[in-house]
């Protein structure tokens, strides 16, 4: 018998109401809130893949050698991702150059990473040297800044004295805030003379 020829007054016990628009709404709900509820209950300044500081390899430095994790233990480290290739990199120079300026002989240490490689040193080198950097640079640290999350050039990180990572800049706030608090953080930590 088909539809057509049932009567709609008589019940059909045999005919269920379909409940698949909710279900599949329900689920969609349920999708959206396991992706976004962990995002959204992180506070701003969390949103790390990692808490503790990777150590900072690179294939080769400029500007000193390489730095270890027993030369960086109780220092505060700047430590920015960049390219020579990179615009906004080149913006942002300028912006480390002042800072290095004024933390530098406060005990912070700078360290510019790139994942360039050598292949590229003619390139790193006349940046650095047009760019006025006189830190510690490594070329070659694509393994490095994958440890570190990084995601976008150009990124500035901030190291505790303890090693951890404090801030990036994709997480915005002011840098000077953020250094200032890791130095009275050190200082806090060190042994009283």
């Not at 893949?49 to 400029?62: C, D, F, N, R």
């Not at 920015?80 to 913006?91: D, E, I, K, V, Y």
Request: charged share 20%; proline share 6%; aromatic share 10%.
């Amino acid at each position: 018998m088909s539809n057509e020829q049932m009567n709609p007054d008589i019940p059909n016990e045999f005919v269920r109401p379909s409940n698949a628009g909710q279900v599949f709404l329900f689920l969609i709900a349920l999708a959206a809130i396991v992706a976004f509820v962990p995002w959204l209950a992180m506070k701003r300044g969390e949103r790390f893949a990692v808490k503790v500081s990777p150590p900072i390899q690179a294939e080769g430095w400029l500007n000193g050698d390489a730095p270890t994790t027993e030369s960086l233990e109780g220092k505060v480290v700047l430590m920015h991702a960049w390219a020579t290739w990179c615009g906004p990199c080149r913006q942002f120079t300028p912006i480390l150059v002042d800072l290095h300026e004024q933390y530098s002989n406060r005990g912070v240490v700078f360290v510019g990473l790139t994942n360039e490689e050598s292949f590229e040193l003619n390139a790193i080198k006349k940046y650095v040297e047009k760019a006025k950097i006189s830190w510690l640079i490594g070329y070659g640290a694509g393994d490095t800044l994958a440890n570190f999350g990084n995601r976008y050039l150009p990124t500035a990180y901030v190291i505790g004295a303890d090693g951890m990572l404090l801030w990036n800049s994709e997480n915005g706030g002011s840098i000077k805030e953020v250094l200032d608090s890791a130095l009275e953080s050190a200082k806090a930590r060190s042994p009283k003379e």
